[in-house]
């Protein structure tokens, strides 16, 4: 049985429409799954939605419509983008589905039954507007809670808990055991000390009075599970856990074989939600120390430096950005303008800047001009060079052209899609360097520079299928393109197959190969934002 790389990202919310952030983590897990699908190995890509909650029945209240409608309809649009922007998911969490409800409903009745799920009473003061119990955290500096909560009264209430707090001890050990449990480190760093100040167990239940979209208590009908237990549960419930069994090594094997997972989340939710309540829960379900997941922590898209919210009306819609410079622009913009880890301001400017001058004048470039002095010169006909007659061209193939490659694997396991494609813009920079340094041209006057002549012609043309392979997990259209243009690999148009890892290094156009005519692969974008 093989190992399967098994990568999850945040399911979103369907109380709004989806945005740019969540265009990016799609784009950022989509690229990584297709990274390790182009490296040989099997994976199972999973993304879905988060279909339950209180927004989710107020929204639809609001709309006047049942709940599931409501979620119905939110679902589709973030189908529909991920289609658009050539998301590639195995597997799809949306958690209405009965399945899903089954396993968290196991999952709560066996906690429940070891003793590690008991009921409370809690009382404190409750914004009705808000439908929430509110802290004096949420006091204003006039020590009074501010108008957006209402009236606020005091109320008492019982409610189900999960024994969190019993688990700090192990959570810090586990994390100081393994120092990439979270990617980058000084996340990991981050949710330790809030691991430090962990006190109190976890409130998982609302009565059904104040919610009722969402799941049943196994235990008590009368309740719902309060957004952990639902949501979170996604990463094992659609990737065949079975909560009938209380030890990891008793799953199933197709459970196993994906287990674990590496976990793609905003930092918004690392702590408490994935670092701490996620993590403790996998424990209490028995989940050994090694078969935890790791979590990559990506930061947020901001807008002039301010968060994005729907309430300041300065959310950007991917789709509108998708539709007018194309998915491809959009998904180069994402993963060459971000480092992961980091926040980055959001710029439509940018991201033309960067598909003009990446893209066009960098890769599209190079491609039309080796195209086109191919043919001009050669009528299409590549050829291939001993080894003796690589005079002045070794810096370009023998150092380049591993570099490139070196520095995108590099890179690519180390989740920085940015960096990776650096490499590949570099080696397409270096060509273009070449073509003026050898002026192909002036070599074509000149019978006795023949061999040079061809020996150009073939490294501009195999650095360009080098080139297509590496920009592949983030470009794959492109790269189609530019192999349909090379007139290579033509029975695998359209498969992701078609792009491989261990085809990445020199010398993979055999001598005599004809290639195709070009066709701008990056037009320029000409509009202004
Ligand atoms: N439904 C919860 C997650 C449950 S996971 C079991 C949720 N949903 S969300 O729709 O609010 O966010 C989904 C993902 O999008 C999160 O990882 C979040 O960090 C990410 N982003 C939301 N806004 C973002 C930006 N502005 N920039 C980058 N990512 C952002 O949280």
């Known amino acids: 049985m093989g190992k399967t790389f098994f990568i999850t990202t945040a399911i979103d919310y369907t109380n709004s429409a989806p945005h740019i952030g969540h265009a990016y983590e799609k784009v950022l897990a989509d690229v990584i799954a297709r990274y390790h699908r182009f490296k040989g190995e099997k994976v199972f890509f999973l993304t879905g939605v988060d279909q339950h909650g209180q927004k989710v029945q107020q929204s639809a209240a609001k709309e006047g419509v049942p709940p599931a409608q409501f979620v119905a309809v939110v679902t589709q649009k973030f189908i529909d983008l991920w289609k658009k922007l050539e998301v590639q998911y195995d597997g799809w969490a949306a958690t209405i589905e009965p399945l899903h409800k089954a396993v ?11 003793g ?7 009382s404190g003061y409750y914004s009705v507007r808000q439908e929430q119990f509110v802290t004096d955290k949420e006091r204003g500096p006039d020590g009074e809670f501010g108008p957006e909560w209402g009236q606020v009264e005091l109320r008492e209430e019982e409610n189900y808990y999960f024994k969190l707090s019993q688990y700090r001890e192990w959570l810090l050990n586990y994390l100081d055991k393994r120092a990439d449990a979270v990617v980058p480190d000084f996340r990991q760093t981050e949710l330790r ?32 599970t309060y957004v952990w237990f639902d949501a979170l549960t996604n990463y094992i419930s659609f990737a065949g856990y079975d909560p009938a069994l209380s030890t990891f090594h008793s799953q199933p094997s197709t459970f196993r074989e994906k287990w674990p997972a590496l976990q793609i989340i905003g930092k918004d939710i690392m702590a408490p939600a994935h670092g701490i309540y996620w993590l403790i829960m996998l424990h209490a379900m028995g989940f050994d ?107 370009l193939q023998l150092v380049k052209i591993p570099e490139a ?10 989740f920085q899609p940015q960096m990776a494609l650096l490499g590949a813009l570099k080696l397409a920079i270096a060509c273009n360097f070449s073509v003026e340094e050898f002026a192909p041209w002036r070599l074509a006057k000149d019978p006795k520079q023949g061999h040079f002549l061809d020996n150009v012609l073939y490294s501009l043309v195999e650095a360009l299928r080098i080139i297509a392979i590496l ?34 290094k020199w010398g993979g156009l055999p001598d005599g190969h004809v290639i195709g005519k070009p066709v701008p692969v990056f037009p320029r974008i000409e509009e202004t934002p």
């Open 289 to 395: 120390d090694d078969v935890m997941p790791q979590l990559l922590v990506h930061g947020w898209w901001n807008l002039g430096g301010a968060k994005m919210s729907k309430s300041a009306g300065n959310v950007v819609d991917p789709n509108v950005l998708a539709d007018k410079y194309g998915p491809e622009a959009l998904r180069y913009y994402l993963m060459s303008d971000m480092a992961t880890g980091s926040d980055a301001d959001f710029s439509e400017e940018r991201l033309v800047t960067r598909y003009n001058s990446d893209l066009a004048n960098s890769v599209g470039n190079l491609l039309n001009r080796a195209l086109t002095m191919t043919h001009k010169y050669r009528d299409g006909k590549i050829t291939r060079q001993s080894d003796q007659l690589r005079i002045g061209l070794e810096t």
């Open 104 to 114: 968290v409903q196991g999952i709560l009745q066996r906690l429940f039954d070891e």
């Open 116 to 122: 590690l799920i008991y009921k409370d009473k809690q």
């Open 193 to 224: 000390n809030a691991v430090q100040k962990l006190s109190g167990d976890l409130c998982i239940s609302r009565p059904k009075s104040r919610l009722d979209w969402g799941i049943e208590l196994p235990f008590d009908r009368e309740y719902v």
């Open 405 to 414: 490659v070196e520095q995108f694997r590099t890179q690519m396991n180390a």
């Open 471 to 504: 920009i592949s997990p983030v470009l794959p259209k492109a790269a189609h393109e530019i192999f349909n243009q090379l007139n290579w690999k033509l029975d695998l148009n359209g498969k992701e197959e078609r792009f491989r890892d261990a085809d990445a």
